[in-house]
């Protein structure tokens, strides 16, 4: 596993007055699921925004295969191949399942051999809309939505809300996916369908950064661990290293 996969440097984050993160140096293996952990506003989510561009770093660097990326917009970040779900379960109400997953379809390169005539732009047009409504459906089978494909997004129940946006982030072909509580609100069946889907998505050669305030949960599907604490890391290592450090179960309880 290569160090060079995503780290990032001295990463800051401010609010007003508010360190939100205070100099982080956070690094991700390629290859394995690295999952992020730590109390209620410890800056986890902050971290993810600040990733992927929807909030600028107040000092510091992130870095994506070697590559600074921190003065990059969400949309160039997403075009590099990092992918995110948000914890809020976000997706269009408006829209089908199978609308929904399609959004996820990356638009770098679809022009490149498109007609100079009018005619042929429609054409090109209705062709990619075809091919993307198919790989849609592919997509769905494989996390066993295909029956919701026609259903209104807006009509989901939260566990499948959060396998459609699960999803949408897999149909942009991500090498980078970053979920933010995943699990959250659900129950045992659920989280055990999610975890499993989780492990399938690494195995298939994705990266995955996994924020949770699920311990066990983590525990079972991550390869390292990162602590946070009002924006500080704490604790970094091996899943097991870190779930034993007593400086993570005083920042939980409080004490030691």
Do not use: C
Request: aromatic share 8%.
């Amino acid at each position: 596993m290569s160090k060079e996969f995503f780290f990032t440097h001295n990463l800051t984050k401010e609010f007003g007055g508010i360190r939100a993160l205070n100099s982080l140096d956070i690094t991700v293996h390629q290859g394995e699921i690295h999952g992020i952990i730590g109390p209620n506003g410890a800056g986890k989510t902050t971290l993810i925004n600040v990733i992927t561009g929807l909030e600028g770093p107040s000092a510091g660097e992130v870095l994506f295969q070697k590559n600074r990326i921190d003065r990059l917009p969400p949309e160039l970040i997403f075009e590099r191949g990092i992918s995110r779900t948000f914890q809020e379960g976000k997706i269009v109400s408006n829209l089908t399942v199978l609308e929904n997953v399609m959004i996820g379809f990356s638009k770098k390169g679809e022009r490149d051999n498109i007609s100079g005539n009018i005619f042929g732009i429609l054409i090109d047009q209705l062709n990619q809309e075809h091919k993307n409504k198919d790989k849609g459906r592919d997509i769905l089978k494989k996390f066993k939505l295909q029956s919701l494909a026609e259903r209104w997004a807006d009509d989901l129940v939260w566990y499948e809300r959060q396998l459609v946006q699960i999803a949408r982030a897999i149909a942009s072909e991500p090498k980078f996916l970053l979920l933010d509580e995943p699990t959250a609100g659900m129950g045992i069946e659920e989280k055990k369908i999610i975890e499993d889907k989780m492990v399938e998505i690494n195995q298939s050669g994705v990266t995955i950064m996994l924020i949770s305030h699920d311990i066990q949960f983590i525990r079972r599907v991550s390869h390292r661990i990162t602590v946070l604490n009002f924006g500080q890391k704490i604790s970094e290592g091996l899943s097991e290293q870190v779930l034993t450090d007593p400086r993570v179960w005083e920042a939980y309880l409080g004490s030691k």
